[in-house]
């Protein structure tokens, strides 16, 4: 029986406000355990929570970049479970009027385009920690992290493979890192994933029985989790069993997911109307000044850079990964006009791969845009070669020069672009190389690329390869 896999996700982004959503509390990384827990956030008797406003807005930010429905009023509900780490036995969090409501992202996977719907994205504040580690037969509490703002992102179950899930997640990481809501370091525990995986025969319409992974703190692993649990749902029912709703955890050293509890529905949650909170209300006014911030979003940007600079919806793609890397390519277009795709090119390959190499983020790269722009300047009016562009960028990037110019000109770089000077060698290698001319005239078209090569070697690399060709042809017709 061939299957169909049915992925979905729901994605904690940790908000960048300074402090607790219903407290004062800082939110610092780090901090000794226990130390910034407030009297709000762990529930003491006589305390009220007061909303953060600015996760309010980072929350109205996001619903305006995937196009969704900015619910008014927004109410906040109890969301009531016991878990060690919940001081308060339950979680506010929000349910039948969520902040944001529908919406939609569009994801590269390859040279595919897809559509990922989302259903809702609603506030809430975190829980503490458990700490297995450190302790022998105990656990430890850290409540630091307990009443942090959170964006619960939930999409609808429009994924049918790691790849798609992987490639929306990156999308959402790009997104809220983009217009500033979440720093998305992964590593603290800023943008989690909990994925919702199950099965069906391939032509069915009714969904599987979901098993929900939660916690997938990396790509890597997101993927690898998928995977495992997709084979072993499909395992489960090839031999007559049947799939269990049920949380589960991925065990990286083992690559396998591992049943945690049982999974809960929403009634279980006794979700009700927190009474210590009244309903947010959001008013145009408020809404047009978040969209007033927002910078170009990045489908804006992919769209623009396929009109505008001519490239490929994957170039493109590529380039609005980050939005430091995007506005790297905006400064090197902006000094070199009509000369896009050889822009990209460069950002896509030379930086990003010596950036890579070397472990650093494109704003930390020793070669700034402008710098960039002046060695392109040099290769599309061919000054030099790509070769040689590549030695002046070397050079440039370990802080021997600043100046494509100046290093071409100190390095003897400058490509022979002289059409008399070309003839001349191209004569010269005709006569020195008399075999492989024959060959070629006898239909040996691997001689050619040997007589160009003879060229290049005697120029030392300056010919201009385009023209060598050219010319290497006429000669060998006369």
């Not at 719907?117 to 302790?135: I, Y």
């Not at 992964?186 to 098993?211: H, I, W, Y």
């Amino acid at each position: 029986m061939q299957w169909e896999i049915v992925i979905g996700l729901e994605i904690h982004a940790q908000l960048s406000t300074r402090s607790k959503i219903f407290s004062g509390a800082s939110i610092a990384y780090g901090a000794r355990p226990n130390s910034q827990a407030c009297a709000v956030d762990i529930a003491l008797p006589g305390v009220l929570p007061v909303l953060n406003q600015g996760a309010v807005e980072r929350a109205i930010k996001f619903g305006l970049a995937i196009d969704a429905k900015i619910n008014s009023p927004s109410i906040f509900a109890r969301k009531n479970y016991f878990y060690p780490d919940l001081p308060k036995g339950y979680q506010i969090s929000q349910f039948e009027r969520p902040i944001v409501e529908g919406g939609h992202v569009s994801i590269q996977v390859g040279d595919r385009e897809k559509t990922i719907r989302l259903t809702r994205a609603h506030l809430e504040e975190d829980a503490g920690k458990s700490m297995h580690e450190d302790f022998h037969g105990m656990t430890g509490i850290d409540l630091n992290r307990a009443g942090t703002a959170l964006l619960e992102i939930v999409s609808e179950p429009d994924m049918r493979s790691s790849a798609e899930a992987v490639a929306y997640a990156k999308t959402l990481h790009s997104l809220v890192r983009w217009i500033g809501i979440c720093d998305g370091n992964m590593q603290e525990g800023s943008f989690r994933c909990d994925a919702n995986v199950s099965v069906r025969p391939l032509g069915t319409e009714k969904l599987g029985t979901r098993c929900e992974i939660k916690n997938l703190n990396s790509f890597r692993f997101l993927e690898r989790a998928i995977d495992h649990e997709v084979a072993r749902q499909i395992d489960i029912l090839e031999e007559g069993g049947r799939i269990i709703q049920q949380t589960r955890l991925y065990d990286a050293d083992r690559d396998e997911t591992r049943s945690m509890r049982s999974k809960e529905d929403a009634q279980d949650y006794r979700y009700f109307p927190d009474p210590d909170l009244l309903p947010v209300v959001i008013s145009g006014e408020w809404i047009e000044h978040a969209k007033k911030s927002l910078p170009e979003l990045p489908e804006d940007k992919r769209s623009r850079y396929v009109k505008q600079h001519g490239l490929s919806a994957y170039d493109a793609s590529v380039l609005t990964v980050t939005r430091e890397l995007s506005d790297y390519f905006d400064q090197t277009v902006e000094m070199l006009p009509g000369q896009g795709k050889l822009s990209a090119n460069w950002i896509m390959g030379e930086v990003s791969g010596r950036l890579n190499k070397e472990g650093l983020e494109i704003a930390q790269c020793p070669v700034n845009p402008e710098q960039l722009a002046g060695l392109l300047r040099r290769i599309s009016d061919g000054t030099v070669s790509g070769k040689m562009a590549r030695e002046v960028f070397d050079s440039i990037w370990s802080g021997e020069g600043n100046d494509a110019d100046a290093i071409i000109a100190a390095k003897g770089l400058k490509q022979i672009s002289d059409d008399s000077e070309i003839e001349k060698l191209v004569d010269d290698v005709l006569i020195a190389h008399p075999q492989q001319v024959a060959d070629y005239q006898s239909g040996k078209e691997k001689a050619f690329n040997s007589l160009v090569g003879q060229v290049m070697k005697v120029s030392k690399g300056k010919a201009n390869p385009a023209q060598v060709n050219s010319i290497l042809k006429r000669k060998l017709s006369e």
